[in-house]
């Protein structure tokens, strides 16, 4: 069977810098139900940069404790296992996600400051509804678009027609990608955190976070990486042609458990924090 153009792109991903070992070995750790807090912090404790950010994102004011954090033990103990994905994730990724993104008429920097602030009001989301989850869903927001850039660098010259499509149609950016490609970044991302491993609700975010009601299952970080997104293409951060036609589906503001007042408040507290957020999470 002839190998589809997706799955070659996919297969090219070997030809980028990879992601650094100590999250790779974060994420294994992640899909192991028996990984105790030791196992992490052994993990960690190999990696000197990876201790210094965790170490400083730790008693950043993004995080707002009130002793300091010593030690990667006690920072571990105090903010979890999923708070400390979050952070190795931002590490692992930010160097990828700073790069110019021209395909989709985004500077350096920009979709790197989208997806921190689409992380930072995933979490504040979650902490209204599903407070278990709000570092899991600040890791899916931080890496939802991450099918944004691998499918610029690898399809570049398509990029026209996929403008085209979207300002004579007037259709969505991620509709005209199908139109155009036969399948869009959401596909491409999906597909991307699988041959990372990475655990099936971030996957399923990837996938859906423009389409969060197609969820059957594990559907609640979809839909509130959907909620943070819109709320980051309104607010014009990092929004690039992405940010044409965006289709908001007003479902996920059940799920989330929010009404027009409670989208002011998660807006009013993403524009309070963000600047802390990106100086926090920043290398």
């Known amino acids: ?3 589809s153009r997706i799955d070659k792109i996919v297969r090219r991903v070997d030809d980028l810098p990879p992601l ?9 750790l992640s899909r192991k139900p028996n990984a105790s807090m030791k196992d992490l912090v052994d993990v960690i404790s190999m990696d000197q940069a990876m201790v210094m950010r965790i170490l400083r ?9 009130r002793s300091e954090i010593t030690s990667v033990a006690h920072g571990a103990s105090y903010l979890g296992f999923s708070a400390i994905q979050g952070i190795a994730a931002a590490q692992a990724t930010s160097g990828i996600l700073n790069k110019k993104v021209d395909g989709y008429q985004l500077d350096g920097g920009e979709l790197y400051k989208h997806s921190v602030a689409t992380a930072l009001g995933a979490r504040i989301i979650a902490e209204k509804r599903y407070r278990a989850l709000k ?8 890496l939802h678009d991450v099918g944004k850039l691998i499918l610029a660098q690898f399809v570049s010259e398509e990029f026209e027609k996929i403008i085209e499509a979207v300002e004579k149609e007037q259709i969505s950016f991620n509709e005209a990608e199908q139109k155009v ?64 036609n965006y289709v908001f589906h007003k479902e996920s503001l059940d799920v989330c458990g929010l009404d027009e007042k409670g989208m002011e408040e ?5 524009i309070s924090e963000l600047e802390d957020a990106l100086r926090s999470f920043s290398s």
Request: aromatic share 8%; glycine share 10%.
């Open 1 to 3: 069977m002839e190998e």
């Open 181 to 244: 490609l036969g399948f869009d970044h959401t596909e491409l991302g999906e597909k991307i955190a699988a041959k990372w491993k990475l655990a099936d609700n971030l996957r399923i975010a990837i996938r859906y976070h423009h389409n969060p009601s197609l969820c059957k299952n594990d559907g609640q970080i979809a839909h509130i990486v959907h909620v943070a997104d819109a709320i980051s293409m309104m607010l014009g951060i990092g929004a690039g042609t992405d940010g044409l």
């Open 20 to 28: 650094p070992t100590t999250f790779m070995k974060i994420v294994e």
């Open 135 to 142: 570092d899991t869903a600040f890791t899916g927001g931080l």
């Open 57 to 65: 994102v730790c008693n950043s004011p993004f995080y707002g404790l």
């Open 266 to 270: 998660v807006t009013e507290k993403l």
